[in-house]
């Protein structure tokens, strides 16, 4: 099992940057791809963007590509969210979210491919 919980969410206005934080724990954290997520009221979940187990290698979707920045660090079993240039349309609740298997990567991960274990999520509300 793995348990995922996010924080750092909260009330800005577009154009402020804000850092989303997930802690993992319950498995090797290093051995698997992790992903961002995220859903506005009245929408279905879309992904934000992966990163591979190394960290070396990342995925976003056009929307937020430029603007947001995933990262992670093994040492702490954390996986970040950078977000810059924040605009009223990334208003969503996040989730951080990880695979079953280790093969998955950055690609599968956005794609919705072996998604297993996901967090509470955290409330990112962007006002204009």
């Known amino acids: 099992q793995v348990q995922l919980s996010e924080f750092g969410g909260g009330l800005v206005q577009a154009g402020d940057s804000l850092r989303l934080s997930c802690a993992a724990s319950?498995?090797?954290?290093?051995?698997?791809?992790m992903g961002w997520f995220r859903q506005a009221p009245g929408k279905e979940r879309e992904a934000v963007a992966a990163i591979n187990w190394s960290g070396d290698s990342t995925v976003y979707v056009e929307s937020v590509e430029g603007r947001f920045t995933i990262s992670r660090d093994n040492a702490k079993n954390m996986v970040y969210l950078q977000m810059n240039s924040l605009r009223p349309e990334d208003t969503a609740v996040y989730y951080c979210?990880?695979?079953?298997?280790?093969?998955?990567?950055?690609?599968?991960?956005?794609?919705?491919?072996?998604?297993?274990?996901w967090g509470q999520g955290t409330l990112v509300t962007v006002s204009s």
């Open positions: 319950g498995r090797s954290f290093s051995d698997y791809t």
């Open positions: 979210a990880a695979p079953s298997t280790p093969v998955a990567g950055p690609g599968d991960v956005v794609g919705h491919m072996y998604l297993e274990f």
